[in-house]
């Protein structure tokens, strides 16, 4: 097969599309011959040699595909070849096949094309993680996103307005802000503005119950200030930096709380792992998509060869939902 390698760390020009050795299904995998992958910020991270996939993980980029099973392992069973599906994955989705756990696999969502269904699984199973699982969000309540416009955001906004939630979303720009109040947000906010006082003005002065941030240290002091009393952040990201202080005082008084959680490094099994987060997805979220209450975000599809293209549209910022790469007919 081919597959996209990085020859070293770097910019863009270091993607390659280049002969790999064809995948095997092991014990509970499947392979799939790839339709579509998705493009993610972990992807153009692990392009400059900041984010290494984990022990075991192909050494290609992709976090998400889909495609149709061309091979089944041992003890998978209710996956047979031909069956369409998309797929979380550790890496590996920027070829024309890669294997994966069978617990890892999704159904293409009713009224989603094979295409766009390859930028799916990696948003929405951190989303529905982050936003559901972890921080608990619930109709009634107030859910923040920040960067509204981007593949998380815009996945986010839907899922929390078809949760019954009042979502606010940041955005940097008129374009985007626009997005986000055209996907559902509530109430937009520039984030070049006071935060704190944004957020207070949006919710009459509740503040947010869930925060979704990919930020991190930059944004730590508005976030925690900006939080209703008993409200719950999730932190998923790092863009702003690694470090802050927190004042613990503030957490006690007002029982706010901070998770930060990654998505890619999980195993496979266990209560916290991808297949229980797949399958709490696949129950709970799917009729979401097929009802067209949540819908991807492409902002443009690209041939897989030109995957450099895509990290460039990515590096300059301004692409709204997801970048898909294809790899062939859907």
């Known amino acids: 097969m081919y597959g996209i390698a990085i020859r070293e760390p770097g910019g863009p020009q270091v993607l390659e599309w280049i002969e790999q050795p064809d995948p095997e299904p092991g014990t509970g995998e499947v392979v799939l011959d790839v339709v579509a992958a998705g493009v993610n910020r972990a992807d153009v991270m692990q392009r400059q040699g900041n984010y290494p996939p984990p022990p075991g993980a192909s050494q290609l980029p992709g976090l998400e595909c889909s495609g149709r099973v061309s091979a089944v392992g041992p003890g998978v069973s209710?996956?047979?070849?031909?069956?369409?599906?998309?797929?979380?994955?550790?890496?590996?989705?920027?070829?024309?096949?890669?294997?994966?756990?069978?617990?890892?696999?999704?159904?293409?969502?009713?009224?989603?094309?094979?295409?766009?269904?390859?930028?799916?699984?990696?948003?929405?199973?951190?989303?529905?993680?982050?936003?559901?699982?972890?921080?608990?969000?619930r109709s009634g309540q107030t859910l923040l996103v920040h960067g509204g416009s981007g593949g998380i955001g815009t996945h986010a906004i839907q899922v929390g307005k078809a949760l019954g939630a009042t979502v606010l979303a940041t955005a940097g720009h008129d374009d985007r802000l626009q997005v986000c109040r055209d996907l559902g947000a509530d109430a937009a906010l520039d984030y070049h503005g006071d935060l704190v006082e944004l957020v207070k003005e949006a919710t009459d002065g509740h503040g947010a119950d869930v925060i979704l941030d990919h930020i991190g240290a930059r944004n730590l002091d508005a976030n925690l200030d900006s939080l209703a009393t008993g409200g719950r952040m999730v932190i998923?990201?790092?863009?702003?930096?690694?470090?802050?202080?927190?004042?613990?005082?503030?957490?006690?008084?007002?029982?706010?709380?901070?998770?930060?959680?990654?998505?890619?490094?999980?195993?496979?099994?266990?209560?916290?792992?991808?297949?229980?987060?797949?399958?709490?997805?696949?129950?709970?979220?799917?009729?979401?998509?097929?009802?067209?209450?949540?819908?991807?975000?492409?902002?443009?599809?690209?041939?897989?060869?030109?995957?450099?293209?895509?990290?460039?549209?990515?590096?300059?910022?301004?692409?709204?939902?997801?970048?898909?790469?294809?790899?062939?007919?859907?």
């Open 78 to 137: 209710g996956w047979h070849v031909g069956d369409e599906a998309c797929a979380l994955l550790a890496g590996g989705g920027y070829a024309e096949k890669v294997a994966v756990p069978a617990a890892q696999l999704l159904p293409v969502p009713d009224g989603v094309s094979l295409v766009d269904a390859g930028g799916l699984p990696e948003v929405a199973c951190t989303v529905w993680s982050n936003v559901v699982l972890a921080a608990g969000l």
């Open 236 to 330: 998923i990201g790092l863009m702003g930096g690694a470090k802050g202080e927190i004042n613990l005082a503030k957490m006690l008084t007002r029982r706010l709380s901070v998770a930060a959680t990654s998505l890619r490094g999980r195993p496979t099994d266990g209560p916290d792992g991808k297949g229980s987060i797949v399958a709490a997805v696949r129950s709970d979220l799917w009729p979401m998509v097929s009802s067209g209450r949540v819908r991807p975000i492409v902002h443009e599809r690209i041939p897989v060869q030109e995957a450099a293209r895509a990290h460039e549209l990515m590096d300059d910022g301004g692409v709204v939902g997801k970048i898909l790469l294809t790899v062939r007919e859907g």
